[in-house]
Structures are given as structure tokens and as C-alpha cells.
């Protein structure tokens, strides 16, 4: 590059010095984005893939190792293959023994402030929502983030019936968010004072996305059975 | 040109203090402001910006007799860009959590106008070693300015500084200060302080003068 | 999440997540240029164009990026299509209409680089909006832009009059009365939902 210094210096540059310059610089910047991605790529697939394992560990405690399915046109779930798309997909984990323990799905809702999504856990045999754990939201700091935190709300989450009628069509009992102190039933969410509206939002995620994946789950309850797919 | 006569240290202290940019400049606020809420987050932000300013320093201030005065714009825009994506990249694979908290923001710093101002008004006129020093103290400066208003804003607003615990539980967070309100806070708070150093500066100096100035009249 | 229904976007992008109260986007030309009135209702005029443009812009520069699998290049491309239309749309209303190019024109170079536009670009990519909906969020988040600079220059007018000690004149008074607006804007949180 050097040499070409004297030569622009004169007389208005022309046409080709701005091509030239134009040009150049894009193609070392090109390269140096493409080269940027292909060697972090990797690395940064790996930390998204660990992130959401912790998550399935944490709302599926006694699992070891999970799979990711996917729902199929036919209303069946497959084993993913490739790349998939969040909302279709939901994640099994299994006990050391390769025994089913439940499925973790993520669900998003408007909050507070904005957008909030969790991932939460169904155990198969309780029928019920055995943890949650927020992983995205603005909430308020001190009021609407007691949503992550506060020991007495997640403490709905433990053990939240979503049981379906006999005939699999839908839930039985929808989720509710009930004032704080007020809860009496399994299916019930108690909110927590001063953070009312966050609180509510959690319950009507966690109720439409269960509307939604309960029944289409249990009607298939075999395909995460099959053969044994996790992985560590 | 003044700037040629001082020498590469004085480039590299100027954007420390005296041309800080944030508490003097007030440049580069919507970064400055959004991600200041914690002090860690405020100085991965620092720390990124100050990268890619030095970066654009470097590669503008080579290039400068290589690139048509007409398309200058367009080309540094391109440069910072780069960058921009690059530590976009980077800060991915460094740290998820990281990435979350920071969003949207590091993309932002491509139209942080303190960097774009560096390139136009100083690497595109001066060598790459002087230009080096500039990047260096401004993004220091910067990443220093972030981080006091991050830890202020941590500290006060969570009762804690990188995430350790400062105070006993009796203390009472001061919530607005991790909210947006208290970023625009913070920063009014800092100015202020800066505008009273200056102005005491000012009134001192003016006092020595009227002083030299009696001395001098009693000497006649 | 394109479950979000139009006005829930529109009253989040304008009150509840206010680009510069809630986001800080666009503070500079907002503590800068917000001292007259009649400016910044012409400038929120300006912004709210160009954010149109350029989210329609952005969309399919989104769908170009997806098609061709080359997510790497959207910060890059964004910028620099975004800029060019910028100028393009400039000249072209230079040349049709005189009197909405003196409206707006001297603004638009201007807005360009500005935080806001590119922020807006980004989020609604981010949250992976379709076109309607991007076109809402473009339309919320410019009158936001355009509620907060005009309550500004009304109360700077105001303050002009006022007295104050020398030491919070300029930005750190801006500062101040903008910290106050956020607050304000916070009681708006839950509209949305």
C-alpha cells in the first residue's frame, strides 16, 4: 500500500482511486468478519449447547443426560436432527438408567417491561410442573425480579398440577394466578405482593404454553420412550 | 497544527482527564448509559469499545493517504463495522452471560460517535504511533469513565461491587439507580463534579491573577 | 414471538420501552438539539421517517442475510444499506417535494448515524418480528423518540427562564431533568401486558 501513497496525494482523486479504496477495504474487512465467525463459531455453540443443558438440569433435577425432539406435522415428536426452530421443540431428560424422567420446554410471554421466557420441567409422573427457571426477562429490579428469585413463589413451581381430562383433549384444570396467601389448589399460582403483574405473567405463560404442549405431549407419550437418544 | 507539538505521552494522558471522553466530551452517552447498571457489565463494555477504537485508530490512521477524501465516511463506517462484529464474536464465545446482559448494545457501539470522531479528527491526520497513544488513553479514558458509573450505580443501587456483598442486610437498595433513571442520574452526578473542579480551577486562577496583579501595583 | 399483538408493540416500543428513556438511544442529538420546540417536533418527524425506511430496510436485509445463511455480515450491511437509503430517499424528496424536503431534509443526514435507527433495526431482528409488525415497532418507537423530545424542549424552554446554579447549566441539568422523564415513563410498565 505503501506505493500507491504518492500517487494519490495530487490532483482530486478519481474515479478508480475511490473504487480502489472502496474495494480494498472491503474485501480485508469480509475477511476478517468470515474469518472472526468460522473460529468462534464453534466455541460459541458450545457454550449456547452447555447453557441450555444447565437450564434442562435445573427444571428436570434427576436428570443426567436429555434429547432434543421435535413436533412433526402429524402432531408426533422426532428426535432433532440438524437445526431447529425454538417453539417446536421440546427437551427429555433421562436418569442414569436411561429412564424417562420428564420433558423441559420453553415458553415466552409478555411481562412487566418486557418480553419474559422461562423453561420449565413436566414430570410424567406427577403430571405436574416440577421446576422453572427464568431465562430472559427485564423485570424490575427488587420488585418484578423476585420472579428468579423469591424461595415462597418458586415454591409453586415444585410441584404445579397440570394433569389433563381423561380423554387427553385438554387440561383439566387451567393455571391460575390466585393473590398471595390465597392458594388452595394444586393448579393455582400464588403471586407475590408488589410484584403483582410479573407474577400473573408467569402463570399465563406457563398456563397458554400447557394448553398447547400437554395434550399433543401425553397423546404421544411413546415417542420419547423408544430408543434411548440422550446424550451426555 | 498544536497537536504536533506534543509529544505521544501527552496524546495518551489527554483522554484520561483533561479530554475525558464521557465527563468532559460527553460522547458515546447511549452505551455509556444502557449497560452501566452493574460494574462488570460497564467495563466489558469499556473494555470493548476502547478494542475497537484503538483498532479503527490503527487501520484509519495507515490507510489515510490510501483513501479518496470523498469516500472517507464510508470507509471508516466500513472499518469500525468490522470491528464491531468481530468483538461481537468474541464476547460470544468468552462469555454467554456476558452476551445477554450486554444485547444489542455491543452492535451499538459501531455508531458510538466517539469513535467516528477519533477517526475523522485525529487518525485520519496523524501516524499510526501517535494515533495508537490517542486510542489508547480515549478508550482507557472511556472504559475508567464506565466503570465509575457502573460501580456507583452497583453499589448503590445493589448494595454490592462485581457481585460481592458490600453491606450488612439492614442496607436498603436504592432501586432506582440499576433502573434507566439512574443512569441519567449518575452521570448528571459526575458532571456536576467535573463542572466544580473546573469552575474552582477557573475562580483560583483568576484569584492568582488579581493577586499578581495588587502585588505588582503595590511593587509601583 | 410473533405472538404479540400490534397495539401491545406499539404502546411497548412507545411508552413502556421508550428508545431513549428506557434504551438511551439517541441521547446525543436528545440533550443537544431538544431546546426549541418547534425543532423537535420537526426532528421526532425526521426520525419517525427514517425509522420506517430503515425497518422496512432492515426486514429485508434480514431475509436477504437468512436466504444466503451469512448472519455475519447483518451488522455491516445494516449500516451501510441504511445509510445509502438514508440519501437516497434525501435526494428523491428534494426533487418531488420542496416543501417536505425543507420539513425535514436538513435533519436527515443527520439521523442517520444516529443510535436509534440502528438499535431499531437490531431489536426487531432480535425478536424476530414479521413485516407488519416491524412497521408498528418502527412507528411506536419513533413517536416515543418524538413524545420524549418534545416533553424535553418544553421543559428546557421553561427552565431557560429559571434560576440555577452555574455549575448544573448544560448537560448535567439535561441530564437530570431526563432521569426525571424516565422515572416518570416507569409508571407506564404493565401497559403492554
Avoid at chain 2, 501527552?10 to 484520561?16: P, Q, V, Y
Avoid at chain 2, 468474541?90 to 452476551?99: M, W
Avoid at chain 3, 436528545?30 to 421526532?44: D, H, N, Y
Avoid at chain 3, 431499531?120 to 418480528?129: I, R
Wanted: net charge negative.
Amino acid at each position: 500500500m505503501s506505493e500507491t501513497e504518492l500517487v494519490s496525494r495530487p490532483a482530486p482523486p478519481s474515479i478508480w482511486h475511490m473504487y480502489r479504496a472502496m474495494v480494498g477495504v472491503g474485501i480485508v474487512c469480509g475477511l476478517l468478519i468470515v474469518t472472526a465467525f468460522q473460529v468462534t463459531r464453534p466455541i460459541i455453540e458450545r457454550n449456547k449447547a452447555e447453557a441450555l443443558q444447565k437450564a434442562i438440569f435445573h427444571v428436570l433435577p434427576n436428570a443426567s443426560t436429555s434429547a432434543t425432539y421435535r413436533l412433526d406435522e402429524s402432531g408426533g415428536f422426532l428426535v432433532l436432527e440438524g437445526k431447529g426452530v425454538g417453539a417446536e421443540l421440546v427437551y427429555a431428560g433421562y436418569d442414569d438408567n436411561h429412564e424417562l424422567m420428564g420433558l423441559a420446554v420453553e415458553a415466552q410471554g409478555m411481562g412487566y417491561q418486557d418480553v419474559i421466557g422461562v423453561i420449565y420441567g413436566y414430570s410424567f409422573a406427577e403430571e405436574a410442573i416440577i421446576g422453572i427457571q427464568v431465562l430472559e426477562s427485564k423485570e424490575t429490579p427488587g420488585l418484578g425480579d423476585k420472579i428468579e428469585s423469591d424461595p415462597e413463589f418458586l415454591e409453586n413451581f415444585e410441584r404445579l398440577d397440570v394433569s389433563l381430562r381423561d380423554d387427553l383433549s385438554e387440561m383439566a384444570n387451567p393455571i391460575v394466578p390466585v393473590r398471595h396467601g390465597e392458594k388452595t389448589h394444586p393448579w393455582e399460582v400464588d403471586g407475590i405482593t408488589g410484584a403483582t403483574i410479573s407474577s400473573v405473567a408467569i402463570a399465563d405463560i406457563l398456563n397458554r404454553s400447557a394448553q398447547y404442549w400437554m395434550p399433543r405431549i401425553r397423546s404421544h407419550l411413546s415417542d420419547f420412550q423408544g430408543d434411548f437418544q440422550g446424550e451426555e | 497544527m498544536a497537536a504536533t507539538s506534543k509529544s505521544s505521552t501527552d496524546e495518551f494522558i489527554k483522554g484520561l482527564w483533561k479530554e475525558n471522553p464521557v465527563f468532559v466530551q460527553v460522547l458515546g452517552m447511549c452505551p455509556v448509559l444502557a449497560v452501566s447498571n452493574t460494574a462488570m457489565n460497564a467495563l466489558a463494555m469499556g473494555l470493548a469499545t476502547a478494542f475497537v477504537l484503538i483498532m479503527s485508530n490503527i487501520a484509519v490512521s495507515s490507510l489515510r493517504n490510501f483513501i479518496p477524501k470523498q469516500v472517507r465516511i464510508a470507509t471508516y463506517i466500513l472499518i469500525i463495522a468490522t470491528f464491531v462484529t468481530v468483538v461481537d464474536y468474541v464476547i460470544q464465545a468468552v462469555s454467554l452471560d456476558l452476551y445477554k446482559a450486554l444485547g444489542a448494545f455491543i452492535s451499538l457501539i459501531v455508531v458510538n460517535c466517539l469513535i467516528l470522531g477519533r477517526a475523522e479528527a485525529f487518525a485520519s491526520k496523524n501516524t499510526v504511533a501517535r494515533s495508537v497513544m490517542d486510542g489508547l488513553g480515549m478508550g482507557i479514558g472511556f472504559a475508567f469513565a464506565l466503570f465509575c458509573l457502573g460501580a456507583v450505580r452497583e453499589i448503590l443501587g445493589s448494595g454490592s461491587l462485581f457481585g460481592a456483598q458490600l453491606f450488612h442486610d439492614a442496607f436498603q437498595d436504592w432501586v432506582v439507580m440499576i433502573l434507566p433513571s439512574g443512569g441519567f442520574f449518575t452521570l448528571a452526578a459526575w458532571l456536576l463534579l467535573f463542572n466544580w473542579l473546573e469552575q474552582r480551577k477557573e475562580r483560583k486562577a483568576k484569584s492568582d491573577e488579581a493577586t499578581t496583579l495588587a502585588l505588582g501595583k503595590e511593587a509601583v | 414471538m410473533p405472538s404479540e399483538s400490534l397495539w401491545t408493540i406499539f404502546i411497548n416500543a412507545s411508552l413502556v420501552n421508550n428508545f431513549v428513556l428506557a434504551y438511551f438511544l439517541g441521547i446525543c442529538p436528545f440533550l443537544g438539539v431538544s431546546s426549541k420546540l418547534e425543532t423537535a417536533t420537526r426532528m421526532g418527524g425526521a426520525v419517525t421517517f427514517v425509522m420506517l425506511v430503515s425497518s422496512v430496510c432492515a426486514f429485508g436485509i434480514q431475509l436477504l442475510l437468512v436466504a444466503i445463511d451469512a448472519p455475519y455480515l447483518k451488522l455491516i450491511s445494516f449500516i451501510a444499506v441504511i445509510a445509502s437509503t438514508v440519501q437516497l430517499v434525501e435526494m428523491f424528496i428534494k426533487k418531488v417535494s420542496p416543501a417536505l424536503f425543507r420539513a425535514l431534509g436538513i435533519f436527515l443526514p443527520l439521523i442517520t448515524t444516529n443510535c436509534a435507527i440502528l438499535g431499531l433495526a437490531l431489536f426487531q431482528t432480535n425478536k424476530g418480528y414479521s413485516f407488519v409488525q416491524c412497521i408498528v415497532y418502527a412507528l411506536g418507537a419513533g413517536a416515543g423518540v418524538t413524545r420524549a423530545r418534545v416533553l424535553m424542549a418544553g421543559l428546557r424552554e421553561k427552565l431557560e427562564l429559571a434560576e440555577v446554579p452555574d455549575v448544573t447549566k448544560g448537560t448535567a441539568m439535561a441530564l437530570m431533568i431526563a432521569g426525571l422523564l424516565s422515572v416518570t415513563f416507569m409508571g407506564f410498565g404493565g401497559l403492554g401486558g
